[in-house]
Nanobody, 131 residues
Framework: QVQVEESGGDLVQAGGSLRLSCIVS???????????MAWFRQAPGKEREGVSC????????VYTDSVKGRFTISRSYAKNTLYLQMNNLKPEDTAMYYC?????????????????????WGQGTMVTVSS
């Protein structure tokens, strides 16, 4: 069974940094590089928001405006792992962060739309930024 599992969430002060990880366990014939990957987040009382995504090749990335210049998405094909490096964290970054993956070409049309990621979602990892 294909699974994704996030880790790295923590309590951090404003201005601090965290790195989230998402390990993807795939089943033959599919492999990690068959999946576009993304990070979403959901704060209490708010809708799920697309944070960043990275293409199958790793060459293309997209960020929501509020994290540009602060967050960096990357993927390791050797480790089947997706990362999100978060710097200069702000209290408004507080949320549950989810990893998502999908093979569908629909992801190309709107890569930060949660509905386009139908195959794999993790359970989330909590990030709390104190002021």
């Amino acid at each position: 069974q294909v699974q994704v599992e996030e880790s790295g969430g923590d309590l951090v002060q404003a201005g601090g940094s965290l790195r989230l990880s998402c390990i993807v366990s795939t089943v033959s014939p599919y492999s990690f590089d068959d999946y576009a990957m993304a990070w979403f987040r959901q704060a209490p009382g708010k809708e799920r928001e697309g944070v960043s995504c990275i293409s199958w090749s790793g060459l293309d990335t997209v960020y929501t405006d509020s994290v540009k210049g602060r967050f960096t998405i990357s993927r390791s094909y050797a480790k089947n792992t997706l990362y999100l490096q978060m710097n200069n964290l702000k209290p408004e970054d507080t949320a549950m962060y989810y990893c998502a993956a999908d093979r569908s070409p629909a992801v190309r049309l709107d890569p930060l739309r949660a509905e386009n990621y139908r195959e794999l979602w993790g359970q989330g990892t909590m990030v709390t930024v104190s002021s």
